[in-house]
Each structure stands twice: as structure tokens, then as C-alpha cells.
């Protein structure tokens, strides 16, 4: 695993766990890896103290939690993982309901650019980027609707939830369509159809928690 800090940009604690959360998020860092202080401290290149805060930190968010030998992340069963989904599942159809009675033209605009953006990647080599703008796009729905509580929320579910991302994106054909139903979720969304919008989203969604499923019967027949 190798991570760079700017140290020049923010705090350095901020940027330690700024990188050590967009690492654990995206499966950089996977689900049960330990993480000690001295061993992050020489791969980033900085001192134990900052690293020893924001672990700290991400043991506060729920993405650690402490062992007798260090921290680990969390690792979530199948069930746990399903039920984050079904959350913010419900937070996107209301949110994005909601935001396309009221969006400015600027937030459809905006829209508009990251699914663009997703079609001029379109390909398997740009999946990190790929990953990055879909999780803006899906922010950005939440957050039309103008609820500050609301996204709080939704971006706490979020971050645990989106683990899940790479085994649906990842697979074969995937990306393709899921550009399709982001331009069909925006195209709904910026019509103010909210019924289709709502039929959209969960469609999306629930294809995702095939995949999550299909992933986890493929791992335990891997294990017996």
C-alpha cells in the first residue's frame, strides 16, 4: 500500500485521515486489515502523532475499531451491509424527489457535467475516477433537496455503504450501464418526473445489492 501526504495543504492531520478514509472507502484499504500507528507513520512519512489522531478519528466515524494490537477496519456481514444500502437507498429517492421540485439551474447544470464526465471516462482504466464522480453525483442528489441534517446523514451512511461499489462497477459491462441509468436518473431528475425518478434510483440500487449478494455467495463457497 503505498500513500502520499501533502503537507502543505490543510492540516496534516486532516490530510492523514482524509487519505486513510478515501483509502478505506474506495477498498484500498480492505475490511479486517489492522492498521498501526508505526507502520502508517513510515509509509506516509510523518510522525506518529498525527496518524495516531486520525485513527482516532475514523474509529469515531465507524470505520475502525480498536484491538489489543492496533485498529482495525470494519468488516460488516452480509445483513449489515444490505441494511446500509436500504438506507441510503430511501435518503436518495426522497432527497432526489424533493431536489427536483426546487433544484437551481446551476445544481441541473452541475448534474449534467458529472454524468458527461462519466461518459468521457468510460472505461475500465478510469474506474477510480469513474468511482470518485459517481459518488459526487449521487451527493448531489441528496443534497438538492436543501437538507443540511439530511446529507449529514446520508454522507455517513455513505461512506460504509459505498465498500460495496466496486463489486458491482467491476464487473464486465457494468460500467456501461450504470452511465445509463445515471443519465436516466438525471434526465428524470432534471424533468421533475419524480415518480420515474423514484423508480430509477431504486432500480440502480437494487442492482448493486445483487451484486453485493452474489459477491458474498462467492466468497463463502470460496472459504468451504
Do not use: C
Not at 479486517?32 to 513510515?42: N, Y
Not at 466515524?61 to 446500509?84: A, I, M, P, Y
Amino acid at each position: 500500500m503505498k500513500l502520499k501526504v501533502d503537507m502543505y495543504r490543510n492540516t496534516l492531520i486532516e490530510q492523514v485521515t482524509n487519505l486513510l478514509e478515501k483509502s478505506i472507502v474506495t477498498g484500498k484499504i480492505l475490511p479486517g486489515e489492522r492498521l498501526t500507528e508505526a507502520k502508517l507513520a513510515q509509509q506516509l512519512g510523518v510522525s506518529k502523532a498525527p496518524v495516531r489522531e486520525s485513527l482516532i478519528r475514523l474509529e469515531e466515524l465507524g470505520l475502525l475499531h480498536k484491538t489489543h494490537r492496533g485498529r482495525k477496519v470494519v468488516k460488516f456481514s452480509l445483513d449489515e451491509l444490505l441494511d446500509l444500502l436500504e438506507i441510503k437507498r430511501l435518503i436518495e429517492i426522497y432527497a432526489a424527489s424533493k431536489g427536483s421540485k426546487i433544484a437551481s439551474e446551476q445544481t441541473i447544470n452541475r448534474l449534467k457535467k458529472l454524468v458527461d464526465k462519466m461518459d468521457e471516462l468510460l472505461a475500465p482504466s478510469n474506474y477510480s475516477k469513474l468511482r470518485g464522480i459517481n459518488h459526487l453525483f449521487h451527493n448531489l442528489l441528496v443534497e438538492s433537496a436543501g437538507n443540511k441534517k439530511l446529507y449529514e446523514i446520508y454522507l455517513h451512511v455513505a461512506k460504509h455503504a459505498r465498500w460495496t461499489a466496486h463489486l458491482s462497477l467491476e464487473k464486465p459491462g457494468r460500467l456501461e450501464v450504470s452511465n445509463k441509468e445515471h443519465r436516466e436518473i438525471f434526465t428524470a431528475f432534471a424533468r421533475g418526473d419524480q415518480k420515474n425518478l423514484q423508480i430509477l434510483i431504486e432500480e440502480h440500487s437494487y442492482r448493486l445489492q445483487e451484486q453485493l449478494v452474489e459477491a458474498k455467495k462467492r466468497e463463502k463457497k470460496l472459504k468451504h
